[in-house]
């Protein structure tokens, strides 16, 4: 069964940085696209970024792009997400999912397995 | 970027109700669009993806259909576990949207 462990959460000042992790195990991590989604205290779902399983294509929302860097390594069976530059508004509950993609061949996806995820605090 | 519109933002049931929630896109997504159910503190959890495929492991109460621009998470006699917020995905196009979110709470 597959089960995602995110760390590296915690309390930090407006323009400093940050760098979470995704402990991935339970499956062959690099056969799987993986995203980072965050929620900001008692607001709703945000997607953040993703990485391809492969590790070599990425894209960002952006309200993150040019700040935040996604990664992986797929030897540790873990992602990253290096979180620069960092503002209030980030201030949010991080989480990791796993993508599952049709196998039909349609290109639809969707996330079937999520992290507990790991609260970042921006704050002066 | 694709805006996901659910109705109504919350809602007030009772034990053994039939309720739906429905979400709108503002531009054309075929059927990607997936539900997932939020219990409070915990992560989401994916109950419908393709629109009206029901996830392995969850009840057959809660299913999905899309209609047109409109696509309905219905769940057929509510249970105590499921009162909890909900949201809808569209994985059409990047950036991912969601929509903003029903919290289904108790009468």
């Known amino acids: 069964q597959a089960q995602l462990v995110e760390s590296g959460g915690g309390g930090v000042q407006p323009g400093r940085s940050l760098r979470l992790s995704c402990a991935a195990s339970?499956?062959?991590?690099?056969?799987?696209?993986m995203h980072w989604v965050r929620q900001a205290p008692g607001k709703g779902l945000e997607w953040v970024a993703v990485?391809?399983?492969?590790?070599?294509?990425?894209y960002y929302a952006d309200s993150v792009k040019g700040r935040f860097t996604i990664s992986r390594d797929n030897f540790k069976n873990t992602m990253y997400l290096q979180m620069n530059s960092l503002r209030v508004e980030d201030t949010a509950v991080y989480f990791c999912?796993?993508?599952?993609?049709?196998?039909?061949?349609?290109?639809?996806?969707?996330?079937?397995?999520w992290g507990q995820g790991t609260l970042v605090t921006v704050s002066s | 970027d694709i805006h996901m519109t659910q109705s109504p933002s919350s809602l007030s049931a009772s034990f053994g109700d039939r309720v739906t929630i429905t979400c709108r896109a503002n531009e054309s997504i075929n059927s990607y669009l997936n539900w997932y159910q939020q219990q409070s503190g915990k992560a989401p959890k994916l109950l419908i993806y393709a629109a009206s495929s029901l996830e392995g492991g969850v009840p057959k109460r809660f299913s999905g259909r899309a209609s047109g621009a409109d696509f309905t998470l219905t769940i057929s006699s509510l249970q105590p576990e499921d009162f909890a917020t909900y949201y809808c995905?569209?994985?059409?196009?990047?950036?991912?949207?969601f929509g903003q979110g029903t919290r289904l709470d108790i009468k």
């Open positions: 999912a796993r993508q599952w993609e049709d196998i039909t061949g349609t290109g639809m996806y969707w996330f079937d397995s």
């Open positions: 990485i391809w399983s492969d590790g070599n294509t990425e």
């Open positions: 995905q569209q994985t059409y196009s990047r950036p991912i949207t």
């Open positions: 339970g499956f062959i991590f690099n056969n799987y696209d």
